[in-house]
């Protein structure tokens, strides 16, 4: 019943932006936890950036490597979740996946996690 769908992956130049965006449809948790995943050739897939919440509040988290460089965000709306993207290096060429699960305290796992989207390619060049 859940989709995701993400968008906006591309190649820029290093120090470049880019903005990836999540659309969500059939997610009816009262408690949730939505990502951003990345994996690069070889590597294991990494948990980039999170927003879970629990009915008590909203906690956000990011990978060290990426943190004062990227902002999640989410409209609660419709629940579409956004990834901007600012000051790029080539060690952050992967595919960028979105995530969601049940767990409202879900963070960096993987495992955590019940759907996924297909992704969407970022290439970061020099």
């Known amino acids: 019943q859940v989709q995701l769908r993400e968008s906006g992956g591309g190649s820029v130049q290093a120090g470049g932006s880019l903005k990836l965006s999540c659309a969500v449809f059939?997610?009816?948790?009262?408690?949730?936890?939505m990502g951003w995943f990345r994996q690069a050739p070889g590597k294991e897939r990494e948990g980039v950036a999170w927003?879970?919440?629990?009915?008590?509040?909203?906690?956000?988290g990011y990978v060290d490597s990426v943190k004062g460089r990227f902002t999640i965000s989410q409209d609660y709306d419709n629940l579409t979740l956004y990834l901007h993207m600012n000051g790029l290096k080539p060690e952050d060429t992967a595919i960028y996946y979105c995530?969601?699960?049940?767990?409202?305290?879900?963070?960096?796992?993987?495992?955590?996690?019940?759907?996924w989207g297909q992704g969407t390619q970022v290439t970061v060049s020099s």
């Open positions: 059939g997610l009816t948790y009262s408690t949730y936890s």
């Open positions: 995530a969601a699960g049940s767990s409202g305290h879900a963070g960096p796992r993987p495992a955590e996690y019940r759907h």
């Open positions: 927003i879970t919440t629990d009915g008590k509040g909203v906690f956000l």
